[in-house]
Structure formats: C-alpha cells, structure tokens
C-alpha cells in the first residue's frame, strides 16, 4: 500500500507532516546546473539513480545534458524505463534466470546496457537474449576490478577475453569498461583520491592496450562518482560518469576535503529529513520521530541542519536522539529540525515521496519512482 504523501502542493512547510523527505529545489538546482556545467566536450554524464530512484528527478538531469541513467537492479530499470527514461544503464552484474529474462524483455522497450565479469553470466545473457522474443540487442559493459575489490574481473588478458567473448554473440554489443572505484569517493583528502584514481586510470589502460592491439574499438570508459568526478575527467580516459549523490549530497560527503584541507563545497544540501520533537524531558536531551526508518546511519548519525549546538546522538526504530549543548535552549515538544543525511541513497530508499520545497511552500510532491526496487 502507498502511504499518502505527507504534504501538498502550496502546503506551507509547517504543515509538510513528518517523518518527511525534503528537498530544497533551489540547491537541488545550483547541484543540477554546476554538474552540468563541469562536462568538457567529449565527456558525458549518466548520474546514478541508484541514489534518487525518481523518474522525474531522471528527465531533468536528461533535460540538462545527461545521455540516460545508471542503476544497479533489473527492478529499478523497470520503474525508470515505466517512468519515462529511455536509456539506462545497469551497472551491476545481473544474475538469476528470472532477472535476465526481465532484462531481455525490457531491452525491446528502452536502450539498455549491464555490466558482466563473468563468461558464464555472458552465456546467460546471450541466452536470455535469444529467449527475448525481440530482435533487440543489449549493451554490455565488462566491469573490471580497478581497486575497489567488489566486482570486476583483473584488468588486462582476463578482462579483454570476456571482451572477445561478448563479441562473438550476435545479440551482445559490447560498448566499453566499466571501471567504478567506489571506495575513492569517500577518501577524505584530495591526494587520496587522486592517488586512488590513477590506480583506477592504470588498469584501464592496462586492459584497453590489449584491445587495441587487437584492433578492438572501446568506446567508452565508465564510472567516476560524486567524490572523484574532477579527477575521471583530468585523466582523458574517462568519457562517461556516473556521479549520483551530486544532487543531494550527505553529511558523509561533506566530510571529502579539497587540495587545500578544507572541506569540498562544489555541490549543496538538497536534501533533508524533516523531523518532529515529541518528547523533551530535561534540559539537553530531546527526542524525534525519525529513527532507523526515516534517516540510514550506515555512514554516521545525520548532521542537524544550522545548529551547531545539537547533535543526533542515538537512534532506534522509531526515534532519534538529541543531545543539546549546556548553554542551547532544549527544543520544545512539536517543534521541527531538519536532518542532513549521513547517506543519502538507503535514506531515499526509506521514503515513498519526495517534498521539493521551495522558500517555505511546498513546490511539487514526486514519489520515489523505485523504492524498494532491489531484484
């Protein structure tokens, strides 16, 4: 059952019901625009919807340059593609006789790309393919391993026979690498980060020299991610970028430090958990409405938004936990903070509609296209 949304249109935001999930539309904008406008000629962006799961989110990024979407389960390419988006990328490996008849069916309806790093997940492919129905082809990314240690074959000879491998079925078409580092996007420091993605950089060129040699076109490199977007695209390897929490950004990537030590400002927060006070006991200690459910805590404690002096200290299902500065006034029952997620993509995913707010209206009401999409 699909809760009803929590506020409406032209709703002040006092009265936006809570636990809420808000957006802020003139930072979510600026994050918009500044994304858009970092893309040098050659160089294209494919954001991940992994982090906003929204249709709608998905046709302004499109609307502002973005060649399609990323996503990393057959479900979420469904709800996207259902929504509206006509090219998207799965950049995960898609495994399971059921998830690849899904896949193959849904390649006859949008463009569709998957990643793959295995040669007998190739032969499913191909076969699932061949099952279609369709005369449709999909394309196929092999992801190798750049230093992130999750999927990925080894750069060079093991992932250039899964190249070879893909070409040789009719109803495959390989497109290029993917080559996500992950772990990257949340080293603090600028060297870090760089260091991380020449590794990155080297075993592509390790694997694409290969290719090469055998006259074997790689038209696109893929990955890159909001903590590391600038360096992909210093390196001239990079062409395509899957940058996804840009738009919202979260407390854990307000902690990503620039060349000079200081903390990155590139992007804005956008986005937002409204919160209720419902129990304020004694002095320092209040507690809100929005605990695990509302608000994930797998990268820390949410930051409370322009108040310094409180800090989210405990969460359970249900509630959350204030603890107030000796010399702060303890906020009074039914009284509102606003939360900064310490991740933004599991807390999306803990709420069936976003509410863009735009001064103190509410602007529009969008549902969380593929919430809870994750076979």
Excluded at 32 to 61: C, F, N, W, Y
Aim: glycine share 8%.
């Amino acid at each position: 059952m699909v809760q009803p949304a929590p506020a409406r249109v032209g709703d002040p935001i006092s009265e936006i019901d809570t636990p809420a999930l808000i957006i802020d539309l003139d930072a979510f904008e600026h994050n918009l625009a500044l994304m858009a406008s970092k893309l040098p000629d050659g160089v294209r962006l494919r954001p991940h919807a992994k982090t906003h799961k929204s249709a709608e989110i998905g046709r302004l990024q499109m609307d502002r340059g973005a060649v399609g979407l990323c996503c990393q389960k057959t479900s979420e390419a469904q709800a996207l593609v259902a929504g509206g988006i006509d090219n998207v990328m799965v950049s995960n490996q898609v495994v399971g006789t059921k998830k690849l008849a899904r896949l193959a069916a849904l390649a006859n309806q949008a463009t569709i790309s998957v990643c793959v790093d295995n040669a007998d997940n190739i032969d499913a492919l191909a076969n699932a393919m061949a099952a279609a129905g369709h005369d449709s082809q999909i394309n196929v990314f092999v992801e190798i391993d750049v230093g992130n240690g999750r999927c990925g074959v080894a750069p060079g000879e093991p992932a250039a026979a899964l190249v070879r491998k893909t070409l040789a079925s009719p109803r495959l078409h390989f497109r290029g690498l993917q080559a996500y580092h992950g772990t990257a996007q949340h080293l603090r420091t600028s060297a870090e980060r760089q260091r991380a993605i020449q590794g990155a950089i080297s075993a592509v060129e390790k694997t694409t020299s290969i290719l090469k040699s055998e006259d074997i076109g790689c038209e696109i490199i893929a990955g890159a991610g909001t903590g590391s977007f600038e360096n992909e695209i210093a390196s001239g390897v990079y062409n395509e970028l899957q940058a996804g929490s840009y738009i919202f950004m979260d407390a854990d990537y307000a902690r990503n430090l620039d060349d000079s030590g200081q903390p990155v400002s590139l992007f804005k927060h956008a986005l937002f958990v409204r919160a209720t006070v419902i129990s304020s006991t004694r002095a320092g200690h209040a507690v809100l409405d929005a605990g695990h459910k509302s608000v994930a805590i797998d990268s820390g404690f949410p930051t409370v938004w322009q108040a310094e002096s409180i800090a989210y200290t405990g969460a359970s299902d249900e509630h959350g936990v204030l603890t107030i500065d000796n010399d702060a006034a303890t906020p009074a029952v039914g009284s509102h903070v606003m939360l900064v997620p310490g991740h933004c993509d599991p807390t999306v995913n803990l709420h069936e509609w976003y509410i863009g707010v735009r001064g103190d209206t509410v602007e529009v009401v969008w549902p969380v296209t593929a919430r809870g999409a994750m076979f």
